[in-house]
T-cell receptor, first 110, second 116 residues
Framework: RKEVEQDPGPFNVPEGATVAFNCTYS??????FFWYRQDCRKEPKLLMS???SGNEDGRFTAQLNRASQYISLLIRDSKLSDSATYLC???????????FGTGTRLKVLA | NAGVTQTPKFQVLKTGQSMTLQCAQD?????MSWYRQDPGMGLRLIHY???????DQGEVPNGYNVSRSTTEDFPLRLLSAAPSQTSVYFC???????????????FGDGTRLSIL
């Protein structure tokens, strides 16, 4: 089993739709969680950290479910410009490595 | 504030050649890392450093060397390039690294490397 897993997609959604992605992790000692956005042929850019109580940044909501060991990203009112690959990253206390998922591709259609 | 700067952006090498990919950050970050990204494989950690003078291997270190003589710079050396090293390489840094809570990484814009 991979340490961090994501559904590769693509998720094809119409403009204005709400879409959610999950990212599961296997290490129960994981303490920090992040969502990154990566456009084609570009570097990953930090979208948001994920906090235990959940957090929101505009149309984006991130949540953590420690019992089931997954994080989620919800995008409301999707825009064409949201089309990208979304990567999750996890780090565990006492380790020196970030573990990335392979990403979920989102296409927002006009 | 430049953030994480990688050079070159593109490079073509012949098999057996050596080269150094440069990475510099101006944010006084302790932690720096190198990844390669291949289609369907995601980001794979090559080497990382938790501070000047300290480096360690990641998931795919073979064929690569690193050094960290200063806080700012973390060059990646390909010793004898092979076609299997054709990839996109990203350097990243974070203030204190993954051992502490909520220390996200910031990425350079990558180096596209082709080995013929």
């Amino acid at each position: 089993r991979k340490e961090v897993e994501q559904d590769p997609g693509p998720f094809n959604v119409p403009e204005g739709a709400t879409v959610a992605f999950n990212c599961t992790y296997s290490n129960s000692a994981s303490q920090s969680f992040f969502w990154y956005r990566q456009d084609c042929r570009k570097e990953p850019k930090l979208l948001m950290s994920v906090y235990s109580s959940g957090n929101e940044d505009g149309r984006f909501t991130a949540q953590l479910n420690r019992a089931s060991q997954y994080i989620s990203l919800l995008i409301r009112d999707s825009k064409l410009s949201d089309s990208a690959t979304y990567l999750c990253a996890v780090s565990a206390s006492g380790t020196y490595k970030y573990i990335f998922g392979t990403g979920t591709r989102l296409k927002v259609l006009a | 504030n430049a953030g994480v700067t990688q050079t070159p952006k593109f490079q073509v090498l012949k098999t057996g050649q050596s080269m150094t990919l440069q990475c510099a950050q101006d944010m006084n970050h302790e932690y720096m890392s190198w990844y390669r990204q291949d289609p369907g494989m995601g980001l794979r950690l090559i080497h990382y450093s938790v501070g000047a003078g300290i480096t360690d291997q990641g998931e795919v270190p073979n064929g690569y060397n690193v050094s960290r003589s200063t806080t700012e710079d973390f060059p990646l050396r390909l010793l004898s390039a092979a076609p299997s090293q054709t990839s996109v390489y990203f350097c990243a840094s974070s203030l204190r690294g993954p051992k502490l809570y909520n220390q996200p990484q910031h990425f350079g814009d990558g180096t596209r490397l082709s080995i013929l």
